[in-house]
């Protein structure tokens, strides 16, 4: 089954010439099925890409999914038009009676900040203690994953010396686990970060299981599974360009930036970048959306209780 979103979304245009599975609202409602009910909780300045990079890999899996995007009320976004959020997101107000199968909560471009100088903190901490009860499964990604581990787990992030930057190889640790169930050895993994998590902090949790780990780019993939939570570092979702943007933009603006890890053929910024994380992308959110799937509550009142 595909994935469900507007018709009008601009993600809906560039995954139909992908040729990725789409459903409009209206087929959707003709079959009788229950779609996976995900949130994204879209914390990105610029939320087009975010949208369409995460709808491509949750519509790579044979069941129906129906995407609501979410904002929070305290924080109006300066890179994306009022247009565009009014026609295609809700806020976590409009929704907190509700109940999902699972929501994501992103990155966003506030890691060096302390979590309470963030001016929608206090919301975000509102929101996470909401899902505990409304939502069956959290992913939550990079500086989202950084701010529930410190929320439900007091788990401290660290500045980093220098930008860990590239797409850098992973170690499998657990490939039994069912996020990890398709995956190498070792794989490719796009990393952008100015923090990072220690091992040893993870350790001190029982509940938590490292999943993925680089030797230069330290942790990347953690497991509550007793609260069906999981803590992505870094970003499998990626299109092929999106490191590149970020180090045009900081060559352009002057800022200290090394040449992203492992990314360009034979490490050339001039050479155009290769998709070495595709299918693992797939994998892994596929493997969250089969898992949510299979342990979620098909009466999603029961969620919670």
Known sequence: MPIKIPDNLPAFKTLSEEGVSLIGTEDARRQDIRPIKIAIL??????????????????STPLQVDLTLLQTSSYTPKNTSVEHMKAFYRSWEDVKTEKFDGLIITGAPVETLEFDEVLYWQE??????????????????????????YH????????LEGKAFGAIW?????????????????FKVPVSR?????????????ALEILAESDDAGLCLIS???????????HLEYDVGTLKKEYDR????????????????????SLAPVNSWRSHGHM????????????????LSLIGR
């Open 42 to 59: 879209n914390l990105m300045p610029e939320k087009i890409p975010t949208e369409t990079q995460l709808a491509r890999v949750l519509g």
């Open 124 to 149: 975000l901490v509102s929101i996470m203690d909401w899902s505990t009860t409304n939502v069956f499964s959290n992913f939550n990604i990079c500086w989202g994953a950084q701010a529930a581990l």
């Open 152 to 159: 439900f787990h007091s788990i401290p992030k660290y500045d």
């Open 170 to 186: 992973h170690k499998n640790l657990a490939p039994s686990h069912p996020l990890m169930r398709g995956f190498d050895d070792e």
């Open 194 to 206: 100015h923090t990072e998590n220690l091992r040893e902090d993870i350790e001190k949790v029982s």
């Open 224 to 234: 509550e599974l007793s609260k069906h939570r999981f803590y992505m570092f870094n």
């Open 250 to 269: 900081d060559v352009v603006a002057n800022k200290p930036i090394d040449v992203p890890k492992d990314y360009y053929p034979s490490n050339d910024p």
């Open 284 to 299: 892994l959110y596929g493997n969250w959306v089969n898992y949510v799937y299979q342990n979620t509550p098909y009466d």
